[in-house]
């Protein structure tokens, strides 16, 4: 994995691709539209506090395997208004969506 201060932007992007969503916008932060659905996602890593928006509809969080499950934590303590799920990525094209809006309790 490279240094974990870099979030993994390229990763995001290719599994929404991959998964047949058009994507616009750069940076860390990008829309995903499929169909109906859209779906902001952030690239993040777990030493990034600002990376939690306030408001939003369905979000989705991509993030290094090792700070995944803080993530959730975080997340689920701040309780935000919106729909949102956590991917982990490995340093190759390995994936895996650790929390999900039908996950919850």
């Known amino acids: 994995m490279g240094p974990v201060s870099?979030?993994?932007?390229?990763?995001a992007r290719?599994?929404?691709?991959?998964?047949?969503y058009t994507l616009?916008?750069?940076?860390?932060?990008?829309?995903?539209?499929?169909e109906w659905k859209v779906v902001h996602v952030?690239?993040?890593?777990?030493e990034d506090e600002d990376s939690i928006p306030d408001s939003g509809s369905l979000?989705?969080?991509?993030?290094?395997?090792e700070a995944a499950e803080s993530l959730v934590?975080?997340?689920?303590?701040?309780?935000p208004d919106y729909e949102w799920?956590?991917?982990?990525?490995?340093?190759g094209s390995g994936y895996d969506v650790v929390h999900a809006p039908s996950m919850r309790a």
């Open 24 to 34: 616009s916008g750069d940076g860390t932060e990008f829309r995903a539209e499929r």
């Open 6 to 11: 870099i979030p993994p932007v390229e990763q």
């Open 73 to 79: 934590r975080r997340l689920s303590d701040l309780k």
């Open 14 to 20: 290719s599994i929404f691709s991959e998964l047949g």
């Open 42 to 46: 952030t690239a993040t890593t777990d």
């Open 85 to 91: 799920a956590v991917i982990s990525v490995t340093d």
């Open 59 to 65: 979000r989705c969080f991509v993030t290094y395997r």
